[in-house]
């Protein structure tokens, strides 16, 4: 007797909860992410060759605006409060002193041994105030520092 084959019936998975879910996640990381806020300054940057990248945590950044001003900021808020109190936790840089750049650098390294420095300095400020800052690191044994920059566009030759 031959056998009577019974037709197969097609296995369906219902996607609809796994959308739901998709859509929730894009939602809450939607309404609880905080855009990075506005910089305290702003900074026109050289431009240089260079195109290595900035490490991205445990940062300490020292800004150094056109007229000479000089402000310290960190990455993480914990940082800030360290140095600045916790109603500067939210803010990105403060402004400080050169006379006070040199204890500043020195807590927060005590504060954070894997602390990596990064300069970010206008490109008309003046020379001086660079120098007085390359020498604070150095007395700090910071003998190793990143410049932050513009890639320089190639020139095109016009014809």
């Known amino acids: 007797m031959p056998r009577i084959?019974?037709?197969?019936?097609?296995?369906?998975?219902?996607?609809t909860p796994m959308v739901d879910v998709a859509f929730?996640?894009?939602?809450?990381?939607?309404?609880?992410?905080?855009?990075?806020?506005?910089?305290e300054v702003t900074v026109i940057l050289p431009e240089s060759n260079s195109n290595l990248k900035?490490?991205?945590?445990?940062?300490?950044?020292?800004?150094?605006?056109?007229?000479?001003?000089i402000f310290l900021g960190f990455d993480s808020q914990w940082m800030m409060a360290q140095l600045f109190g916790d109603?500067?936790?939210?803010?990105?840089?403060?402004?400080?002193?050169?006379?006070?750049?040199?204890a500043l650098v020195t807590q927060a390294r005590i504060s954070?041994?894997?602390?990596?420095?990064?300069?970010?300095?206008?490109?008309?400020?003046?020379?001086?105030?660079?120098?007085d800052v390359m020498e604070i690191l150095q007395k700090n044994m910071v003998s190793k520092f990143s410049f932050v920059t513009n890639l320089e566009q190639p020139k095109t030759k016009k014809n």
Do not use: H, W
């Open 87 to 102: 109603d500067f936790r939210n803010k990105r840089a403060m402004e400080v002193r050169l006379n006070n750049l040199e």
């Open 5 to 15: 084959k019974k037709a197969r019936v097609s296995i369906r998975i219902d996607m």
């Open 24 to 39: 929730l996640l894009l939602t809450f990381f939607m309404l609880t992410t905080q855009f990075r806020p506005p910089e």
């Open 54 to 69: 900035l490490p991205e945590s445990n940062v300490m950044t020292i800004t150094i605006e056109q007229k000479g001003r």
């Open 112 to 131: 954070n041994k894997k602390l990596e420095t990064v300069i970010k300095s206008d490109a008309d400020a003046e020379y001086g105030v660079v120098s």
